[in-house]
């Protein structure tokens, strides 16, 4: 069974502050997807990473696919509120179309 | 373009009733996925459709819960009876297979979800 470990499964951090969540499994994935969520709503695609190495930068978010392809990260540079919300990462298989998410980070970014 | 529909946005139910969720998802997307998603986690895959016909359900439940999606397009997603730890939020997900999927990734689009709560 395919498993996606992330940490920490919490962050309350202050506005300015940086931050990096992991994202963590013994199994490779063809494509590893960063997800956000906010409260009633579905998760939201951020970034699809497909190479191992790849570093992808989305404005303060840069996301990187380890070299054998089984972990992920993310740093966001200077939170503010804004990016409050459920960070979700999920591991893709290129032969099945199944996708696998981790546990999910909440982050809390006080002004 | 338009989203993925879901209908309840919510459903309140007592223990061992019954209830149903619909999708429909984005035009010409021929994968379909339920997800439940317990409050703070992340959304467990319960089933993936590729157009009608099922793909993997190893993690739906069949002894209370069941899917379909006749004709390829919309899908329902029914539990009988249901239980206390049913409750979550039932995501339902599309995806096509369009030229994000050479490169090996499959981009899914989710619904605002339908939120269950059994007492």
């Known amino acids: 069974t395919q498993l996606l470990e992330q940490s920490p499964q919490f962050l309350s951090i202050q506005e300015g502050e940086n931050l990096t969540v992991y994202c963590n499994s013994s199994s490779v994935f063809s494509s590893l997807q960063w997800y956000r969520q906010e409260p009633g709503e579905g998760p939201v695609l951020l970034v699809t990473?497909?190479?191992?190495?790849e570093v992808k930068k989305l404005k303060r978010l840069t996301f990187q696919f380890g070299d054998a392809r089984k972990d992920s990260s993310l740093h966001i540079t200077a939170a503010q509120p804004g990016d409050t919300g459920l960070y979700l990462c999920a591991g893709g298989s290129s032969n099945t179309g199944k996708l696998i998410f981790g546990q999910g980070t909440t982050l809390q970014v006080k002004p | 373009e338009a989203g993925v529909a879901q209908s309840p946005r919510y459903k309140i139910i007592e223990k061992r009733q019954s209830v149903a969720f619909w999708c429909n998802p984005i035009?010409?997307?021929?994968?379909l996925y339920w997800y439940q998603q317990i409050l703070g986690q992340g959304p467990k895959l319960l089933i993936q459709f590729q157009n009608n016909g099922v793909v993997d359900d190893s993690q739906l439940p069949k002894d209370r819960f069941s899917a379909e999606r006749l004709k390829g397009v919309d899908s329902t997603l029914k539990i009988q009876p249901a239980k206390l730890e049913d409750s979550a939020v039932y995501l339902c997900a599309s995806s096509t297979r369009g030229r994000t999927w050479d490169s090996g990734a499959n981009v899914l689009t989710f619904g605002a979800g339908s939120r269950l709560t059994v007492l």
């Open positions: 990473v497909v190479t191992g190495g």
């Open positions: 035009s010409g997307h021929a994968t």
